[in-house]
C-alpha cells in the first residue's frame, strides 16, 4: 500500500494572474505557501479484480472509462489505461470547496501515490505539469496553475506563470523570524460558507479573453501586489505585507459580484477593527476562509470566534507532495 499525501495551501499575493487567459498574454505572478493541512491518497492492489474507490463515494467499475470521479479518470488513462485491479482511497483534513486548492492537492497527491505504485519516479515540475494538463487541459476547468505547484513543491514560493506556459519556481528568501512571525499572526477563520471556485473564475476567465480592459487592468495591479508582497516578505516588514494584503483584497472583489457579499464584509470590518491589519478571502472567492495579518491576534482570536468564526492554526509546510509510507 502507498501512502501519499499534498498540503493545501494559501495565497499571499498575485491570486488571478495564474489563469492561462491572463498570464498567456501578460505573464502573471503570484506567491502562495504550502500549510501542514493535507489532502491524503492511498494506492494499493486489491485481492479481487476491478477499481474499487472511496472517496465522498463509493465506486466499483471494472474499466478505467467507466470511472465517475473525473480527476481519477483522467490520471488513470493518462498512466495507466488498461489497470484492472487498483484500489484508491482518498481523505483530506480540510473539506474541498474551501479555497485552499483541495483540488490540486488531491490531483498531486494521486499522481504521487500511482507512480510510486508503479515504481517511477516524477520530478517535482513534472508532478505539477501533469496535475494541470489533467485539471486545466483535459477537464477543462477555467482555474489557474498555483493549486498544483505550491502543492508540488511545498513552502513559501513565487510563480512566474510565462506566456509559453512554463513556469520559474522561485522560493523567497524569507528570514527564520519573519517566518515564524507569519506562523504566529497569520490567522485563519472559516467562514461556514463553501462555494465552486470554478463558477466565480468562470466570469474572470471570460471577461479576460474578451480584453475587458477593467479586468486587465485589476489583474495588473494585483500581479504588481504579488511583487510588492514578495519585497515587504523579504525585508522583513510583515506588517507591509497585511497592508498590501488589504489592497489585494479591495481589488479582489472588484472583479467578481460573487467575491464577497455582506456578511463578508460585515466580518472582515469587524476583524479590521479588532487587531487586524489586513486580509483577505482566500481562493477564487465567494466563501472559505477570511485570512488576517494580525497587529493583535489575542483580541482578534477572541472576537472572531465570539461571532461565530472558527479559527484554523496552521504551519507551513516545506515538503510539498510526498510518499509518507508504503
Known sequence: ??????????????????????????????????IDKYVYVTVMQPFSPGIYLKYSELEQVERVDQIRHPIIREALQLMNPDTAQIEITTLADIPSGT?????GSFTTALLRALYAHQRRLVHTQELAEMACFIEIDRLGE????????????GGITSFNFNPDDTVTVEPLSISEETLHDLEDNLLL?????????SS????????????????????????????????ALEDGDATLFGEIMHEHWEHKKQRSSG??????DEWYEFAVNNGAVGGKLVGAGGGGFLMFYARDRDRLKQKMMKAG????????????????GT
Request: charged letters at 25%; a neutral charge.
Open 142 to 153: 477555467p482555474i489557474g496553475k498555483q493549486d498544483q505547484y505550491i502543492a508540488a513543491y
Open 309 to 324: 468564526l472558527e479559527e484554523v492554526r496552521f504551519r507551513f509546510d516545506f515538503e510539498g507532495a510526498a510518499i509518507t
Open 259 to 264: 467575491m464577497s457579499n455582506p456578511q463578508i
Open 99 to 103: 479555497g485552499l486548492g483541495s483540488s
Open 189 to 197: 477563520f472559516f467562514t461556514g460558507l463553501s462555494r465552486n471556485a
Open 1 to 34: 500500500m502507498i501512502f501519499a499525501r499534498s498540503p493545501l495551501r494559501i495565497s499571499l499575493g498575485g491570486g488571478g494572474t495564474d489563469l492561462p487567459s491572463y498570464y498567456r498574454d501578460h505573464g502573471g505572478y503570484l506567491i502562495a505557501a504550502a
Open 200 to 231: 466565480i473564475l468562470e466570469e474572470q476567465n471570460k471577461r479576460t479573453q474578451e480584453s475587458d480592459m477593467d479586468m486587465l487592468n485589476n489583474l495588473h495591479v494585483v500581479k504588481e501586489l504579488g511583487l510588492r508582497s514578495r519585497r
